[in-house]
């Protein structure tokens, strides 16, 4: 894709997305002519001219003959790789290995990355920006405000450099290239995106965006979770960011020598401006800091975020912080494996917000979903066995209304690769789906025949903590845990609350959580008492950021947290338990 300007890129994108059907077989095709030969595919299609069929002959020939598969499968092909052989998936060189978060099963995944990995990132990121421009435009010599973070790479036994995804994009060449290229940028240098410390990094980023106030054209971060931490940490850090911008200085508290010296190449002492925002973060401390990001960044035009999924929770705070006149934009669709959509409606609110499927970064099928029965709560979605499937159909088939699992075929090397999202076609553009993300399939909370997802969950604490906003209490963050140890069996939610609540209305949350869960056989078991009554851990302020410390100590990055919804390591369950103050059990099932 050679785009110069953004009319250049949608009006490439409008081209393949009006032939998204044939774009995809052509995709397929050259996906298989690079990476022919590999061991993987040699099991499967060994006897095939990939070079000389027909691209539609090829497809339906590919479909039938190379299996689905999930990551466990391709694991033991990945390890290799990360022991230093070549040619078992792709053919490209992997230089790097990524990392998935590890936040929604437990553990990290490794995942080839190549140069084709970045260039779709800027891609994606280029054609994104063309859609927001046209809503929102920007100043080209403005500045972005990014809370992004990399992680630092580590070697596997066969030499390659391992970490996060988002570590990679920032430590290469297209993100340098851009930095250098591009007058609207981040305010923070790689020092600071690099530094190890994310609190550090935090500090800065901060006091960068400040000093560069009158310039910060938008907000941004990977997740909207990191904004909304980010902020909440400002809340303790102001005071000592309004010195350092009256004076110039940095923090003692910032000691990496790295990050010093490139943040005090950058500001220097701005009396006025101190001045100001520490006024007007004397004024925002009344309102419980309400529209902090437009009152110290009056020039933005919008926060730019993943804010679907695991992230919804995390909206209203982000709402509050962005007051009623800067709008929220969700950033586009994808994973560690692929980018899948991009928004091209930067005004749909994010509780909305559809993407549109890009059919050249991978070679998309859709395995359609049924449910087995209808679950009782309005938008409540299970997995696992609750599903019935059919077989899959390519991106040209999928019907408006019906769910599906998304299944990729990468350049690097995953091949009908079953990703685990649950999507709805919400309509077409042209001639290439607009998704509406629903949830990860896997379970998350079953102790028997029960059956609840990321969503399920979600629902139920939503639900159950209605009772707090007559308190003016705030839940800061959730999670879960199937516990088995005692019998029966029963589910246990953690909150962490902001605001004084009495533990009679706790007690109510408690009892609102467990009538919300709706999967069938979670009613059959309350009611029989094969599962017991829920119970509901109130910890102390801070226990999350414990957690996320937990990860992020062991590799995760910032920019890629996510708080997990259920937990099952052994740590993690450690610091909720001994950080609990409160405990609330539900009354009987009726």
Known sequence: MDTSSGDDVISWFEEVAKNAGKVQMETLKMILEVNHGVEYMEKWLKDVDVHNMDAEALQSLYVSRVPLVSHADLEPYIQRIAEGETSLLTKQPITTLSLSSGTTEGRQKYIPFTSHSSKTTL??????????????????????????????????????????????????????????????????????????????????????????????????????????????????????????????????????????????????????????????????????????????????????????????????????????????????????????????????????????????????????????????????TSGGDDYLEADPVPLSKVKIGQQYEIVLTTFTGLYRYRLGDVVEVAGFYKGTPKLNFICRRKLILTINIDKNTEKDLQLAVQKGSQPLIKSRAELVDFTSHAKTENQPGHYVVYWEIKGEVNEHILALCCKEIDAAFADHGYVVSRKNNSIGPLELCIVEPGTFKKIMEHFIGNGATMSQFKTPRCITNPVSLKILNLWTVKRFHSTAYM
């Open 123 to 380: 891609q994606i990121f280029k054609l994104a920006a063309a859609y927001r421009s046209r809503v929102y435009p920007t100043r080209e010599e403005g500045k972005i405000l990014e809370f992004i973070y990399g992680s630092k790479h580590f070697k596997t036994k066969g030499g390659l450099l391992a970490g996060t995804a988002t570590t990679h994009y920032f430590a290469s060449q297209e993100f340098k290239l851009k930095q250098q290229q591009t007058k609207s940028f981040t305010c923070s240098p790689q020092e600071v995106i690099f530094s190890g410390d994310y609190k550090q990094s935090t500090y800065c980023h901060f006091l960068l965006g400040l000093f560069h106030s009158p310039q910060v054209e938008f907000i941004t971060s990977t997740f909207a979770y990191c904004i909304v931490q980010a902020l909440r940490l400002f809340e303790d850090y102001w005071r000592d960011l309004c010195d350092d911008l009256f004076n110039g200085t940095l923090s003692p508290k910032i000691t990496l020598p790295g990050i010093r010296r490139s943040v005090l190449d950058v500001i220097k002492p701005d009396k006025c401006l101190a001045t100001w925002v520490s006024s007007q973060c004397e004024e925002l401390k009344e309102s419980d800091w309400y529209g902090l990001i437009p009152k110290l960044w009056p020039n933005a035009k919008y926060v730019y975020s993943i804010m679907t999924g695991s992230m919804q929770p995390y909206l209203e705070k982000l709402k509050h912080y962005a007051g009623d006149r800067l709008p929220l934009v969700s950033a586009e669709y994808g994973a560690t494996e692929s980018w899948i959509g991009v928004n091209m409606d930067p005004c749909s609110p994010p509780e909305n917000v559809r993407f549109t499927v890009v059919p050249t970064f991978s070679y998309f099928e859709f395995i359609p979903l049924h449910l087995r029965y209808h679950k009782a709560c309005v938008g409540s």
